[in-house]
């Protein structure tokens, strides 16, 4: 079962020993795998008692090929356990990406591929997809302006059906009908047809609610920003932007006092004029990065700011280090852009479990955000107060100040900042709430680091 691969893989790798880098590799794709496949079989027994009630339907922009990888991935275990190959036969002129129930179609594709792979001893199991050519799949797609999807799963080499292979393909059908789907298997001929209709998803396809994103595409920058400059006209010029433009700038008229403030505070930026007396450009660079890795933090973004418009001097910039090059004399507009492209995100993350607050920051700091971590909600509304926050994602179950009592906070004092809701249920009650108490995404536990990291993306002006 999905669960004892799970174990036995987790024990090989506790106990170390000599693993070869590949082999950690493969024993993670391996976890991971079939991981997937008992969320399908828990998915499946949740459905089972829930359906009679009308299951709940999420509906959102995702990659077709991912839905196809998915279901090889979960099935490549049961295959190979069997000496079975599976195949994937995908049109390539389909849409790339699609508005829909991707956990439903996942659920529904990933099945019909892994109940195939235990039926096909030595054969193969093909999935197919293709666009649904049929009068009257081509007639209902195009009254309601969605893309006619057929998807086929096909087994050659099968053994006998059961009955509980039967039951399994009976919920199967069933969930395929809430998402206004047909299913339709065929004993004789060992396939399993999907068809399925829904909307093209363009590709800047956004998610959440759309007087949130309006919010946040009218709002002004937000930050803190350390400008280093033995200037003083310089850099009252540079603070005056930062301000006028919605950010927060600490200024220092020389490198050393300047990493002393760093030492001191938190910020998404620093500015930093090249040529200064003391410690120069290039030297308070290095000292804020190395400060950074002492204290285990992400190195900050450093931009450099300089009058020395010669050849090369970009170049000299970005090799030792600067997240980018701005010469004097500083025009605004192009200015402020170039804050926008290097300040840095950061997204305050609370969750009471140790172990899955762990697994999101991991998710959001490889996608470069900064994370600061809570392990509850008063934790979390303490550090809205002295951290600049650019989004939240949090736990709606905590002890004290739950994740609606931390969203009421939040709201206080950041309006517009993006917040994500995660749950472990999946009822549409809880996900009701949640969005009638105006988070921006409500996300199911377990979580999907790619889907968080897009929803932030687009939900972060």
């Not at 990659?63 to 979960?74: P, Q």
């Not at 069933?174 to 060992?190: G, K, S």
């Not at 804020?288 to 910039?317: F, I, K, M, N, Y």
């Not at 979390?380 to 004290?400: F, I, N, S, Y």
Request: charged share 30%.
């Amino acid at each position: 079962t999905p669960l004892n691969a799970i174990l036995g893989t987790a024990e090989l790798l506790r106990r170390g020993g000599s693993l070869e880098p590949e082999r950690v590799f493969a024993s993670a794709q391996r976890i991971e795998r079939n991981a997937h496949a008992l969320l399908l079989l828990l998915d499946d027994l949740f459905d089972s008692t829930q359906i009679d009630e009308g299951l709940e339907i999420e509906r959102g922009p995702f990659v077709l090929a991912d839905l196809f990888r998915h279901a090889v991935e979960v099935a490549r275990e049961p295959a190979e356990s069997r000496g079975a190959s599976l195949v994937l036969d995908v049109d390539p002129r389909l849409p790339e990406r699609m508005l829909g129930d991707v956990r439903r179609l996942r659920q529904i594709v990933g099945g019909l591929t892994v109940r195939g792979a235990r039926r096909a001893e030595r054969g193969r199991v093909t999935i197919r997809a293709r666009r649904d050519d049929s009068l009257e799949a081509r007639a209902e797609a195009t009254a309601r302006g969605e893309f006619p999807l057929r998807i086929e799963v096909a087994v050659e080499g099968a053994t006998q059906v059961t009955d509980a292979a039967r039951s399994g393909l009976e919920l199967l059908t069933r969930i395929a009908e809430a998402i206004d789907a047909r299913l339709v298997c065929d004993d004789r001929h060992d396939r399993c047809v999907l068809s399925v209709a829904m909307p093209i998803a363009p590709a800047s396809s956004s998610f959440g609610r759309a007087e949130l994103r309006g919010q946040l595409a009218r709002a002004t920058l937000r930050g803190r920003v350390l400008v280093v400059d033995d200037t003083a006209e310089s850099r009252e010029l540079v603070a005056s932007l930062l301000s006028a433009a919605g950010i927060e700038a600490e200024v220092y008229g020389d490198g050393e006092s300047a990493l002393e403030g760093a030492r001191e505070r938190f910020f998404d930026l620093a500015l930093v004029d090249l040529r200064m007396p003391g410690l120069d450009g290039f030297a308070l660079r290095s000292a804020l990065h190395l400060q950074a890795r002492t204290e285990g933090e992400l190195s900050l973004p450093v931009v450099a700011v300089t009058a020395d418009a010669v050849a090369g001097t970009r170049e000299r910039c970005l090799a030792a280090g600067f997240a980018d090059c701005l010469y004097k004399p500083i025009e605004g507009d192009a200015f402020l852009r170039a804050v926008r492209r290097r300040l840095r995100r950061n997204v305050l993350v609370a969750d009471d479990d140790a172990d899955l607050r762990a697994l999101v920051a991991a998710f959001l700091e490889d996608a470069g955000w900064r994370v600061f971590a809570a392990e509850n909600g008063a934790d979390a509304a303490a550090r809205l107060h002295d951290r600049t926050v650019h989004a939240l994602v949090v736990d709606l179950e905590m002890p004290g100040v739950d994740g609606f009592g931390l969203l009421a906070r939040a709201r206080e004092k950041l309006p517009t900042v993006p917040v994500i809701a995660l749950t472990g249920h999946r009822d549409a009650a809880t996900r009701r709430r949640a969005q009638e108490a105006g988070f921006s995404e409500v996300l199911t536990k377990p979580v999907e680091g790619a889907l968080l990291v897009e929803r932030l993306r687009t939900l972060m002006p």
